[in-house]
C-alpha cells in the first residue's frame, strides 16, 4: 500500500523557518490536489494549504504570506516553506493527497504527520 511520507519538522524559535516535504513512498499513477494540514492539541485539524497539478494554490487565513506551498509533479513531491514561525504555528502537520496508486480508481492519502514546535 503506497503512503505518503512527510519529512522537514523539528523545533525553531519564534520568527524562525522551517521547510517541510511529502511524497508518495514509491511511484504513482496520478496526484490530483495535495495539500498541508495541522492540528495542535486540543484543537481540531484545520487546512494550511493546498496545490493543484496545474499550480493553483490555496491558504489558510493564519498563514496566508507566511507559508508557501510547491509542487514538483515530476516527483509528486510538495513542500511548505514556513517563515515567521510562532508559537502559534506548533502543530502535527499531515500531508494529504488525492491519490491514484495504479490507474484503477482515486482515494484520499494521508500521511502520519511531522511535529512542528515553535518554542524559545
Known amino acids: 500500500q503506497v503512503q505518503l511520507v512527510e519529512s522537514g519538522g523539528g523545533l525553531v524559535q519564534p520568527g524562525g523557518s522551517l521547510r517541510l516535504s511529502c511524497a508518495p513512498s514509491?511511484?504513482?499513477?496520478?496526484?490530483?490536489?495535495m495539500a498541508w494540514h495541522r492540528q495542535a492539541p486540543g484543537k481540531q485539524r484545520e487546512l494550511v494549504a493546498d496545490?493543484?497539478?496545474?499550480?493553483?494554490?490555496n491558504y489558510g487565513a493564519s498563514v496566508k504570506g507566511r507559508f508557501t506551498i510547491s509542487r514538483d509533479n515530476a516527483k509528486n513531491t510538495i513542500y511548505l516553506q514556513m517563515n515567521s514561525l510562532t508559537p502559534e504555528d506548533t502543530a502535527v502537520y499531515y500531508c494529504?493527497?488525492?491519490?491514484?496508486?495504479?490507474?484503477?480508481?482515486?482515494?484520499?492519502?494521508w500521511g502520519q504527520g511531522t511535529q512542528v514546535t515553535v518554542s524559545s
Open positions: 494529504y493527497a488525492d491519490m491514484n496508486p495504479s490507474g484503477s480508481y482515486y482515494f484520499d492519502a
Open positions: 514509491r511511484s504513482v499513477f496520478s496526484i490530483n490536489i
Open positions: 496545490i493543484t497539478k496545474s499550480g493553483n494554490t
